[in-house]
């Protein structure tokens, strides 16, 4: 699974199955795309690249500010989840491992979560 938490003026954490990276998926009018510079982010130089509601493109340097698309071991995005959900996070998770994740980190319950094309997903805001 990868993670990629992303600082705004609200944290917004991004998980997926690492397998779905870079996949869209669509049914009817709706679509799911999994797009690296969302889950996985961007990274150059040692600097982290974000991007901010404007749509305009910041470096950041600061050394473990920030999760940047980092495979995570199922105990490792439970913790995650736990420490951002009392952060006032937003919450965007792809894919079975990962929304598997946050039922076990009580995030969401199985009535929560949406699936396009088989795939499930669920968004949170705290």
């Known amino acids: 699974m990868l993670v990629n938490i992303i600082k705004s003026y609200r944290e917004v954490v991004a998980i997926c199955d690492s397998e779905l990276l870079g996949k869209c998926f669509e049914e ?10 969302f889950y996985k982010g ?32 199922e105990q490792e995005v439970i913790q995650i989840i736990l420490d951002m959900k009392s952060e006032d996070a937003t919450f965007n998770i792809a894919g079975k491992k990962s929304v598997n994740c946050a039922v076990k980190a009580g995030l969401i ?6 699936t396009i094309q ?3 997903f669920a968004l949170v805001l705290m």
């Open 109 to 114: 319950s199985k009535d929560s979560i949406k």
């Open 28 to 37: 009817g009018i709706f679509q799911l795309d999994i797009k690296e510079s």
């Open 42 to 73: 961007e990274q150059k130089a040692g600097n982290f690249l974000t991007t901010n509601k404007g749509g305009e493109t910041n470096s950041s340097s600061e050394e473990g500010s920030q999760i940047k698309g980092e495979k995570k071991t």
């Open 118 to 120: 088989g795939i499930p």
